[in-house]
Structures are given as C-alpha cells and as structure tokens.
Nanobody, 127 residues
Framework: QVQLVESGGGSVQSGGSLRLSCAAS????????MGWFRQAPGKEREGVAG????????YYTDSVKGRFTISQDNAKNTLYLQMNSLKPEDTAMYYC????????????????????WGQGTQVTVSS
C-alpha cells in the first residue's frame, strides 16, 4: 500500500534551516505530483511547494519563494523540502502528499487534489 513517511522536523531559531524528507513507497513514484503542505494550530492546511515526480516544474506559495526549495531523488523515491531563513510564521506541522491523478496541473495543487498523506513532522521556529 502507499506509504509516505516524513522526517527532519525540529525546533530552530529564526533565520535557521531545516531539511524535511519524505520517503515514498507502494506505488510508482515517478508518475504523480508530490507536494508539501503545512498546518498551524487553528488554521487551514495550506500548500507550500509542489513538484512533478517525473521531472519538470516546481511550484511554491508566495510566502516561501526564495527561501524553500523542493527537490527529489527518484532513485530513492524520496521527496525533500529545504527550508532556509525560517521565520516564526513557518511554525506548523508539515505533511508530504501524493496527487490523486498522474499530473501536476502546472500549479501548486489543492489539498483536495492529493489522496495520500504522511503522518506529518513538526517544525517550530522561535524568534
């Protein structure tokens, strides 16, 4: 069955960096859109970054452009999110997700367009 397992979260000070990883298994990795989402307490889940696992464009929400980089290692079926210049407002639970369809829409996907999710990894940024 499809499994997505995130790791790499933690606590850092403002301006610090973290790299999240998401190990995917149970399906053909290179045929779907993969995304990173985050959810802070009391807020809706929001898309952070997306990438077509077969290679191609990357997509970011405006608040992380220039600070976060999504990438992947297809040989390892692993998705990454490099987060630099972290801010307290980046504090949230971060989730990786696999798209429902074999496409990436040319944009950052909506949460409803993903059908498998990892368990999440907590990122806390202190000022």
């Amino acid at each position: 069955q499809v499994q997505l397992v995130e790791s790499g979260g933690g606590s850092v000070q403002s301006g610090g960096s973290l790299r999240l990883s998401c190990a995917a298994s149970g399906y053909t990795y290179s045929t779907y859109c993969m995304g990173w989402f985050r959810q802070a307490p009391g807020k809706e889940r929001e898309g952070v970054a997306g990438i077509y696992s077969g290679g191609g464009g990357t997509y970011y929400t405006d608040s992380v452009k220039g600070r976060f980089t999504i990438s992947q290692d297809n040989a390892k079926n692993t998705l990454y999110l490099q987060m630099n210049s972290l801010k307290p407002e980046d504090t949230a639970m971060y989730y990786c997700a696999k798209s429902r369809e074999m496409m990436c829409w040319g944009r950052l996907g909506l949460a409803s367009e993903y059908n498998y999710w990892g368990q999440g990894t907590q990122v806390t940024v202190s000022s």
